[in-house]
């Protein structure tokens, strides 16, 4: 029988926000202080949608209780709205006529490398392979 570690999930989940949060900060903050208030903005915005649509996956996702159906069902209608998310705040974002796209996209796009990298620092390391 596989023992879920949900616990150790929880805490793998928030390292991602926590670090979504902080690569949105940080790429905003340099964009306004490279390029101006529009650009800054820009990059929020783009960083904010990724964190937005992770938010709301994970607390669907990582919500307790039920059988193995109900949280199949669970991380499934979770990622369908993600999506959904992302599409409708790209689109409010479009819609404003003021978005600066290539701090948006680039800062989207650093909210799903952080979604990919901070689990793969945080697995298990492996020992090194014998030259045998």
Do not use: E
Not at 51 to 73: K, Q
Not at 77 to 99: C, E, I, N, P, S
Not at 105 to 123: D, E, H, K, R
Request: overall charge positive; hydrophobic content about 55%.
């Amino acid at each position: 029988m596989i023992q879920s570690r949900l616990p150790d999930i929880r805490r793998l989940a928030v390292r991602i926000l926590f670090a979504q949060v902080a690569v949105t900060i940080v790429l905003a903050a340099l964009c306004y202080g490279v390029w101006g208030v529009r650009h800054g903005a820009s990059a929020l915005a783009g960083g904010s949608i990724g964190f937005i649509a992770n938010l709301y996956m994970s607390l669907t996702a990582l919500r307790p209780g039920g059988g193995a159906g109900m949280v199949l069902g669970r991380v499934l209608l979770g990622q369908f709205v993600k999506v959904a998310l992302t599409v409708a705040m790209f689109v409010a974002v479009a819609r404003t006529g003021k978005a600066v796209w290539p701090p948006i996209i680039a800062t989207y796009v650093a909210t799903l490398v952080v979604f990919w990298a901070v689990p793969a620092m945080a697995g298990p390391r492996l020992p090194p392979r014998s030259k045998g």
